[in-house]
């Protein structure tokens, strides 16, 4: 079966929603099973797809790559090396990329802009790595969340890639909006395929796609054979941009940062060149919105961006539109804003930023406190964005902390001058 036609037959399952057999105890079997596997394993090969379907088809990438992962002697962490590519939706460039750990420290190479990153490994957590090597293999807890969730059930058995698979639905809180689907082959355990539903919330004017969904695919597995120790390192291209990995931050179960904890710092440049950074912002509310020219839910919430910043001008709050993952540099993003009249404060080249936020498709919006942390996180788009931005930052403006933070914050700029 092609990678289309899997997605095509995803569909129709996340459509009806409904198990075949309701066999919770059967389904919890066959996840410990594949969880004693995972432990036993000593290495596996495989090729990865990940891909957005329904919404986030229009704004998620496509990545394709070969993964190898091998147990470390040093550490409890396997060794990984991912080599792949990944395109954008409707994008005409294929954007090749690389990714080795060693289990102790990583490196990762974006072959299409030149940068290479290096640090520990658990501060190395590019979108590649977690989407295209799920926590199922090679470790002894892969499937703890799994085990401990909600409920489960088992599906109609399934054929991916080849390969007859238990189906496995999870349902990881009462509300039953944390779901997965996980197939894992009859024969080997092993995951061959997870499909995450995403919902996309239903707005006047907005038709919700039947379907939205993260769909991650392992196809051609190799188990326990030999691969050199050599193949976990990766030196530095010539010409390449050297930065560090960004230290991961605590994130929500829909895969944004958490409320409550400190936002990444970032330093961007504005339509004039001028350095805009996060930490010369403390004492404001500060809303960030990830885009690009080529979304068009992105958009579509730009002039309600707009509507924002005006509202709140005369406040201690400032929005920002971040421009990231553009295909052919930022001429169309700058053209786009030009022609559309919009004067809020606009941000480019925000890549990095976009991996350090965890942005898996955009918009993404995120609103940070006086005091640097994060208050609120959403993606998409949806028409009553600036009632809902207000109300979060209206009831955090009133706080007792919000309002020392922006006197304090007035007091060190009068002290300055």
Known sequence: MTRLAYVLAACI?????????????????????????????????????????????????????????????????????????????RGLDSMPFRFVSNGVTAAYADDFRKVYMSGTDGDANPQERIRLVPPYYLTPDAFSRELEAKSLALGKPREVAGVLCHVVEVSYDATGLQRATICLGQEDFIVRSVIVPRPIPAAKNITPSVVSAEIFMARNVAINRE??????????????????????????????????????????????????????????VVVIDFWASWCGPCKMAMPYLQKLHDKYKDKPVKVFSVNCRERRGDAAARKYIQDNKLTYPQLFNGDDTANAYMVRGIPTMYVIGTDGKILHAERGFRPDLVQSMSQVIDEHLKQPTAKADDAAKSEKTAKAG
């Open 13 to 89: 399952t996340l459509v009806t929603g409904k198990s075949v057999m309701a066999d919770a105890a059967s389904a919890k079997k066959i996840l410990a099973q594949a969880q004693s596997v995972a432990a036993e394993i000593k290495s596996i090969s495989f090729d990865a797809s990940f891909l957005g379907d329904g919404e986030l088809g229009k704004s998620l990438p496509v990545m394709d790559a070969v993964v190898h992962m091998s147990r470390a002697e040093s550490s409890k962490s396997p060794m990984i090396r991912i080599d792949g590519s990944k395109s954008m939706p």
């Open 227 to 284: 691969i050199a120790a050599k193949s976990f390192s990766l030196a530095l291209p010539n010409g390449y941009r050297v930065q560090p990995f960004v230290a991961p931050t605590p994130r929500r179960s829909n895969g944004m940062l958490a409320a409550g904890t400190n936002a990444p710092d970032w330093t961007l440049q504005d339509v004039e060149g001028n350095d805009v950074s996060l930490k010369s912002l403390r004492g404001k």
